[in-house]
Structure formats: C-alpha cells, structure tokens
C-alpha cells in the first residue's frame, strides 16, 4: 500500500494484480476470454502492462494463443517490445503468479482500481471545471452524471450463459405469461391490438406520437401513461411541458373516475359522482406517478431529471409532452438543427438509461385532413431517423357535428407508421372527450 503521503499523488492501482493476470494468461492461454469479460488494455495502469496485454488480445484476434515466444514476436511486431521491457521482463511475469486458477479474481481488482482512477480523472476535471465562470453550471452537472453513468456501465462485466443456465429462467419467463395470458415483452400500453403488433413499449427504444392539435396526442400519452402507473404499478415519469401539472392531474382524475371533465370544472356533481372521484383519487394516490411540470425546459435539465428518476425512483419508462417544446441550450442553431439535437439525444437517453422514452410531436400542416405519414412529421427528418417506434393519432374533424353527437366517442385511428423490430399497421381506438381519454372499442362492443 502507498504511503499516506502519496496517496493524493499517486493514482489508484495495483501493479502486483496486473503482473498476476498476464502471467495467469501465459501460464493458461485459454484463460484470456475470461479476462476479457473484465478488462481491456486501457485499465492496466503500469505502461509495460498494458502493451502486454494489447499484444494478447491482438494475437487473441488473430487466433493465436499467447506464450513466451509469441507474445515476445507480436510485441516486437507492434513496435511495443522496448518499451514493454524487453524479452526479460516478459519472461518474469509467470513468476509472479504459481497458477492461473485466480485469474478471475486478479482481474477484479485491476478492474476496481480502473473505476477509481476513472472517477479521480473526472473529479480533477470537474474541480478545473468549477473554477471556469465560462461554463455552466448545469453544463457541468449534466456532463458528471453522464461521465458516472458511462463508468458504471463499463464496469459491468461482459459475459455469455450457457443453455443450462438461461434455460430455468427462460422457463420461468414462459411460465409466467402462460399464466398472466399477456405476451408482451416490453410496457404495455392498455391496448391490446397496438400490444399484439409491439409486444409493449421496449427498453431502449424512442417512441414518438404524432398528431395534428386537438387529436388528442396528450390525451393518449396521459392515458398509456395512468395505465402504466396505475393499473400494471410500473414507475412512469411524465414531462409536461404544455399542461400544468393541475390541470394534468385534474384531467387524470376525471379520466379515471369516468366523470365528465365538464363537471368537475363546474363542480355540478352528483353524490355518486364525488365518491366516484374519491375512489379514483384513492388509487392514483398509490401509484408510481411523477409529474414535472416545467415549461421551456431546457434538454439539458430533462436529462439530468431523467437520471435522477431513474436512479432514486427506478422509473421504467418516461413520456415527454412534447418533444418541439423542448428547449435546446444553443439557440442559435437554425431550429431543424435544434430539433435534430434534441431527437438524437432522447434517442440516446433512453439507450443510458434502458428503458423506453415516449415523446409526443406535432405534424405539418399539411397532414390536416389526410392520413399521417413519415413524411408530416414536424420540422426535422431526425426525428424519423431516430426513432423505433412512431405512431400517428388520425380522426375526422368535429366540424358541423352537434354538441351531443362531439360528447359521443369517435373512432380514432392508431397508426404504426414505424416500427424497427417489428410490423406495422392501423388499428382502431375510441377518443372518449367526456373523459379526455382512449379506450380499446372491444371495451363498448
């Protein structure tokens, strides 16, 4: 261990532990794919070490198996031999271990002092950071949490199962459906025919829903969104960026309570109806539901909250209402080149994250009156790039229709314009405006 005086100066790292993986390797070849799941050439701290191990893993490439005598040649190949320490230090590694059968465990440590110089690394650029008036706080934040993230993500060990060993799981897995009779893979959304072609809402994966205003995109966001939350207990983050966070509640509440929203503004109830509301009340309150109600929020705190969510709350799948009001740090950037940025980088999020991000966009003008494409969705082609899943909401306008007939529910069509793992198609659901909410019709059939 390092003296106390130069435990400041000296970055984390255990020489000994490198020497015993590479001498591991040399004295059982097959070994190397066992390391590999932990450890690559930038996480040996000692120079020599680690262009040893890039000439194992090169000849490991070339399907060679690594000894004194090839080792030796490739590193001479690479130009590495020198400055590795000559043939003499090569031939002492194997001394430094008397078997290979701890390989796994000199590994982990190698790869733990890894992470703690990759965590000072970023400590000392934060620390610089800090003292520079020039860059933004929340700059500084959102750039350490993703730095944090991407360091617990490469800590985590590459690694593959045998059938044996998926198998009971897998069994498990089937086993369960079997029993629930729901065969979706990812988050359901509540309705079944939009299920049956997605499996669910997958990790991972940029879900946009796209509709002229008034077609209710918020409406089935809000909706999917309750059901997550509410009914299958799932943690679910809701940004919006248009309602306030009141009015969202409110609108949630008459959803599920299925009093008209007319109502409750009014306060016009009856008895049945305020106890209907109570008992909705009651089961929203239980569930995993966050609201963040920011308008103009800038992308860089809808990613830092994101992050937060995740880690404090375990939340599984995050809606953003919607996506064209969302605030890009450079303002100066021509607005297609915003919207691009801002595509990609929920795109990316939900990747860091694993776990499906819904965003709601608006469609040309010249989508009024047509059936949605590709094509209408709203200033920047990106956002059909990036996205996994896109669907359209499509209904015929109200216009000369009485005020009784526009209470009636209207069959909405649910377009899969885009799907990157799967079918797309056209189902049909029912817009309920009483409630503000959608429904499956095999519900009113």
């Known amino acids: 261990m390092a003296p106390t005086q130069l435990r400041d100066k000296v970055p984390p790292h255990n020489a000994e532990a490198e020497q015993a993986v590479l001498g591991a390797i040399l004295l059982d070849p097959d070994s190397v794919t066992l390391v590999l799941r932990f450890l690559r050439p930038e996480d040996f701290y000692v120079n020599a070490n680690r262009n040893v191990f890039s000439a194992i893993i090169s000849l490991y490439e070339k399907g060679q198996k690594p000894d004194l005598i090839t080792l030796t040649d490739e590193l001479r190949l690479l130009a590495l031999l020198d400055a590795s320490g000559g ?3 090569v031939a002492d590694l194997t001394s430094f271990v008397p078997s290979s059968a701890n390989v796994e465990y000199y590994a982990r440590i190698v790869q733990e002092n890894s992470v703690r110089r990759a965590l000072l690394k970023l400590s000392q650029q934060m620390t610089a950071k800090v003292f520079d008036d020039s860059v933004e706080s929340a700059l500084m934040l959102d750039e350490a949490q993703a730095s944090i993230f991407d360091i617990s993500n490469k800590r985590q060990a590459v690694s593959y199962k045998s059938v044996k060993e998926l198998l009971p799981d897998t069994i498990k897995m089937i086993e369960k459906l079997y029993r629930t009779k729901t065969p979706y893979t990812g988050i359901p959304s509540g309705f ?16 946009i829903i796209g509709a002229r205003p008034s077609q209710g995109k918020t409406a089935l966001a809000l ?8 009914h299958e207990k799932i943690p679910t983050a809701f940004f919006s960026l248009e309602m306030a966070d009141t009015a969202l509640m409110q609108r949630m509440v008459a959803s599920e309570a299925r009093i008209g929203s007319e109502k409750i503004r009014t306060g016009l109830m009856k008895h049945s109806d305020f106890q209907s509301l109570i008992d909705a009340a009651g089961r929203i309150y239980d569930a995993p539901l966050y609201i963040i109600d920011m308008p103009n929020m800038k992308l860089l705190d809808l990613r830092t909250l994101a992050r937060r969510l995740r880690a404090e709350r375990d939340v599984r799948i995050i809606f953003v209402d919607y996506l064209t009001l969302v605030t890009h740090e450079n303002t100066e950037l021509p607005r297609w080149e915003q919207i691009a940025s801002i595509s990609r980088s929920l795109k990316a999020l939900a990747r860091e994250l694993r776990i499906p991000v819904v965003a709601l966009s608006q469609l040309k003008r010249e989508a009024e009156g047509k059936q949605p494409t590709l094509a209408d969705l709203r200033e920047s082609g990106s956002i059909e790039q990036d996205a996994d899943l896109i669907l359209f909401l499509h209904r015929d306008r109200e216009l000369g229709r009485t005020q009784e007939e526009r209470s009636n529910p209207i069959e909405t069509e649910l377009i899969v314009a885009k799907q990157r793992n799967g079918p797309t198609g056209t189902s049909r659901i029912l817009f309920l405006p009483a409630f503000t909410r959608f429904e499956s019709i095999a519900k009113h059939s």
């Open 192 to 207: 079944a025919e939009l299920d049956s072609m997605t499996s669910g809402f997958q990790d991972s994966e940029l879900v």
């Open 87 to 89: 043939p003499g230090y």
């Open 223 to 230: 909706t999917i969104a309750a059901h997550t939350a509410i």
